[in-house]
């Protein structure tokens, strides 16, 4: 292992496979974030997983033990709403998605329709319900000129039993049938999220590093934005899959209290 990282003044956490894995905390993840936090460190957590609210993924981290605010949470379908707020206010929406995320974009004004006629946006993302009714409305609303967007583009998401499907399904079944690539993926590894993300620490991307599991969303997304790395292995990424790839983190933590520089251990 190479050694710890330093303290830094912000910490962006991924959440299912590094902090937490089902409705269990993973090993040292209590003990890291309490410890930033006490040497005075910001933190923020981050999922591409549009299945809960924010409100829904604060409380259930305290429900775990550790202390966090609505303000303290960003997921894919928040960062989606935001750049669709500026780009098309008032837009109307087809959904492939689950209430949480129809909800977020009601409330923020936008129109949601299963009319093709109407439709000015498909949004793809992880959708339990998937059936061929709603491929078939993503199908003529983008060959009818709908611009095609979407939350996140994980191929599947881990559980403890292995793994469930994701956003990243969607996508394919809708590009493979109309042979248009999606336009916009909110989620990591793209730079909206990093965007919002030094928004709300309103530090620069230097004094940040981004924990998590994922070598192509979580690693490459702050090697994008500037950030320091560091992947833990405590989910989707392996010793032999970190050997095999050209993405190179900072830092590779066994778990998440690996984060804690020598005083804070």
Known sequence: MVPSPPLFSGYVF???GTVYLGDALLPGA?????????????VVFLSNKPLQSRAEYAAKLVRLGIPTRVDEVINSSW?????????APGASLFVIGEAPLKAELAAAGFRL??????????????????HYRKLQIAF?????????????????????EGGLPDAGAVIG????STGRQVEVVAGKPSLLTARAILDRLRLPARAC?????????????????????????????TEELLASSDVRPDFVLKRLDD???????
Do not use: H
């Not at 079944?173 to 493979?176: D, F, K, V, W």
């Not at 979580?218 to 989707?236: E, K, P, S």
């Not at 984060?259 to 251990?265: K, S």
């Open 259 to 265: 984060l804690l520089p020598g005083p804070t251990r």
């Open 173 to 176: 079944a809708i590009e493979g």
């Open 79 to 87: 960062v989606l709403t935001r750049w669709l707020e500026q780009e």
């Open 113 to 130: 329709t299963e009319q093709v006629s109407e439709i000015d946006f498909v949004v793809a993302s992880f959708d339990r319900d998937f």
């Open 140 to 160: 003529d609303a983008v060959r009818s000129g709908a611009r095609f967007v979407a939350t996140n583009a994980d191929p599947y998401c881990p559980t403890p």
């Open 209 to 237: 590093i981004v924990v998590g599991d994922r070598l192509a969303t979580d690693i490459r997304m702050g090697q994008n934005a500037g950030m320091a790395t560091a992947v833990v292995l405590t989910g989707v990424t």
């Open 30 to 42: 209590k003990r890291a974030i309490d410890g930033l936090r006490l040497a005075g460190s910001q």
């Open 14 to 16: 991924d959440l299912d």
